[in-house]
């Protein structure tokens, strides 16, 4: 879903570069001339805040935390649902959220571009790498990242309070 709503924000903007060169807006009797961008950011944000809000109904997701990035500049950014469950916290750019499991797939996919560059070895006890791992139990010392990877090295896991 992600990628769909990168690929309509994409579309947007590519299809801006084609209207012409401004817009007029009209109100209490005065001519504004808008540019092109301030069109296309306008029409964006329509979009973006759109397919937001339609995660939040559709998938039953409490809240959407959005950005879109061109060039390593935040160009939008926004966010729609409920911050709890009641409804009662308001849903702020600033909100929190939990990492969660995410910070698995990113820490699977460092460790296996080091496994690719030939710096780490998945079989290799993990105290090779991080000298100052210990734990009471002697056979920590036969833990190898492969085992942290698919959860059988026998860490007990913790959970955020």
């Given at each position: 879903m992600?990628?769909?709503l ?9 299809l ?19 540019s ?11 979009i973006?805040a759109?397919?937001?809000a339609?995660?939040?109904?559709s998938y039953?997701?409490?809240s ?8 390593g ?5 926004g ?8 409804g009662e ?12 499991s ?9 460790v ?10 998945l079989?290799?006890p ?7 791992f210990?734990m ?10 492969r085992?942290?990877?698919n959860h059988?090295s026998?860490l007990?896991?913790s959970?955020?309070?």
């Amino acid at each position: 879903m992600k990628n769909k709503l990168t690929g309509v924000l994409a579309a947007t903007l590519a299809l801006t570069m084609i209207l012409p060169t401004g817009a007029k807006a009209f109100s209490e009797g005065k001519t504004t001339v808008v540019s092109n961008a301030e069109v296309a950011s306008q029409e964006l944000k329509k979009i973006a805040a759109e397919k937001a809000a339609l995660l939040t109904k559709s998938y039953g997701t409490t809240s959407v935390q959005y950005a879109l990035i061109d060039n390593g500049k935040l160009t939008l950014s926004g966010q729609a649902g409920k911050n709890d469950m009641e409804g009662e916290q308001p849903l702020t750019k600033d909100t929190l959220y939990g990492i969660g499991s995410v910070s698995k797939m990113y820490a699977t996919a460092a460790v296996m571009k080091l496994v690719d560059e030939g710096k780490v070895d998945l079989d290799a006890p993990v105290v090779n790498y991080v000298p100052d791992f210990k734990m009471k139990d002697g056979r920590y010392k036969r833990i190898t990242p492969r085992m942290l990877l698919n959860h059988s090295s026998g860490l007990q896991g913790s959970t955020l309070s």
